[in-house]
């Protein structure tokens, strides 16, 4: 019983700090401020519009799909075909 009581008092006595998680100071919740440096390197690593062309082909996922659409349009089949680990850990 004592036990659980100075429990209790320690837990009210944190909880109630000027300090605590409860009671953010407002220069916690600001966001972080991005440099310059930031910007460059996001331009940097992200990929261009002109890297990102090849998802603008309209792809199709099943051979037969892609054989029906040729056909129709009179247009060649590009068939990728790979043996093994997709790494070449093979």
């Given at each position: ?15 109630a700090s000027p300090g605590s998680a409860a009671d953010p100071s407002p220069d916690k919740l600001q966001p972080p401020q991005r440099s310059a440096e930031y910007a460059k390197w ?49």
């Amino acid at each position: 019983m004592k036990s659980l009581l100075l429990v209790t008092i320690t837990t009210a006595a944190l909880a109630a700090s000027p300090g605590s998680a409860a009671d953010p100071s407002p220069d916690k919740l600001q966001p972080p401020q991005r440099s310059a440096e930031y910007a460059k390197w996001r331009d940097y690593l992200l990929p261009s519009a002109s890297e990102q062309s090849h998802r603008t082909i309209p792809w199709r996922a099943s051979v037969l799909h892609g054989l029906i659409d040729a056909q129709k349009q009179d247009k060649p089949i590009l068939l990728f075909l790979m043996n093994g680990h997709p790494l070449g850990c093979s």
